[in-house]
């Protein structure tokens, strides 16, 4: 069973930079993809980046890619996502999320633990 606690979400004026953080307990964080999701009231989840377990792959939306970097830190047990150029559009609750994989380069479509998720405003 995988614990996940994001932070780093707040208000923030269009352009500017938010970085979010999402730490890992329990399991071996190491044996799980992860994603960044986000979800606005009334819309279906968006995954906005994901990255494979040994970090060498990663997938972004299109509407965010040249925006934003997900990274993770295995030691730490961590996965971060810098987001750049903010819009007002990328006002959103953000969720970190984890899937057991096997294949070190592989980036899950279904993720099977979720952090409580951190509110992001983008104002204009």
């Known amino acids: 069973q995988v614990q996940l606690v994001e932070s780093g979400g707040g208000l923030v004026q269009a352009g500017g930079s938010l970085r979010l953080s999402c730490v890992a307990s329990?399991?071996?964080?190491?044996?799980?993809?992860m994603g960044w999701f986000r979800q606005t009231p009334g819309k279906k989840r968006e995954r906005v980046a994901g990255?494979?377990?040994?970090?060498?792959?990663?997938i972004y939306a299109d509407s965010v890619k040249g925006r934003f970097t997900i990274d993770r830190d295995n030691a730490k047990k961590t996965v971060d996502l810098q987001m750049n150029m903010l819009k007002p559009e990328d006002t959103a609750v953000y969720y970190c999320?984890?899937?057991?994989?096997?294949?070190?380069?592989?980036?899950?479509?279904?993720?099977?633990?979720w952090g409580q998720g951190t509110q992001v405003t983008v104002s204009s």
């Open positions: 999320a984890a899937a057991r994989v096997y294949d070190p380069f592989s980036i899950p479509n279904e993720y099977d633990y």
């Open positions: 329990g399991g071996t964080f190491s044996w799980y993809g």
């Open positions: 990255i494979s377990w040994s970090g060498t792959r990663t």
